[in-house]
């Protein structure tokens, strides 16, 4: 039988996987303590043992939302040794990881300053990433020789337009597809 520290601590787990859900799924302007306690099943008390207000509840969630999805997308490099390969396996992740989200959780996300900090570190360490499978990639003679300074920005740039939803509103690419096309054009741009 598991302690009640282990209880405790697993409980707040999966509390805080559900607040993570929910977030990605509506957004969080618009709910309150009240409302979040409401649909977590589980009283304020409750939340307030995970932060001390709403707003230190959504950084929490949003902390971990990009830890895990860095998590899972570092996971799927991993598993692939060509550059190629590995810059296309990790422009995928990050699709996969984001689909999720809706457009209610990108706008919040943007209008909520801890939040949105949160999320320009993620997509500058992304972007120093890709930065650095690029790099492998001219290391090993699978990429020309580009800018790399340059091919990083455009990544992150373009991520970044993604995210915002601009890219959805320009060509009617949902994520995962703007990420395929991502990964496609660099590829082939890059392939030496």
């Known amino acids: 039988m598991a302690s009640p520290v282990r209880r405790g601590a697993a409980r ?3 509390l805080s996987d ?5 977030l990605l799924a509506e957004g969080f302007a618009q709910f309150t303590l009240d409302d979040v306690a409401a649909r977590l099943r589980c009283s304020k ?36 040794t ?16 984001l689909a999720p989200a809706s457009a209610a959780f990108f706008e919040d996300l943007a209008s909520f300053a801890p939040a949105a900090a949160i999320y320009q570190r993620n997509t500058r360490a992304a972007a120093r990433r890709v ?9 090993s003679g699978v990429f020309g020789d580009v800018h790399v300074a340059f091919a990083a920005e455009v990544v992150a740039s373009t991520m970044e337009a993604i995210q915002q939803r601009r890219i959805a509103a320009t060509t009617g690419l949902d994520d995962a597809e703007a ?7 660099l590829v082939r741009g890059l392939r030496s």
């Open 131 to 139: 930065r650095e499978i690029i790099d492998e990639g001219i290391a």
């Open 12 to 14: 707040r787990d999966e």
């Open 82 to 97: 060509d550059p190629a390969d590995r810059l296309a396996a990790y422009l995928r992740a990050v699709a996969a990881e």
């Open 179 to 185: 990420y395929e096309q991502l990964a496609t054009l």
């Open 18 to 22: 559900a607040l993570v859900e929910l």
């Open 45 to 80: 008390r409750t939340l307030y043992g995970l932060a001390d207000s709403k707003e230190q509840l959504v950084t929490a969630a949003v902390v971990r939302f990009f830890r895990t999805a860095t998590a899972h997308v570092e996971a799927a490099v991993a598993t692939r």
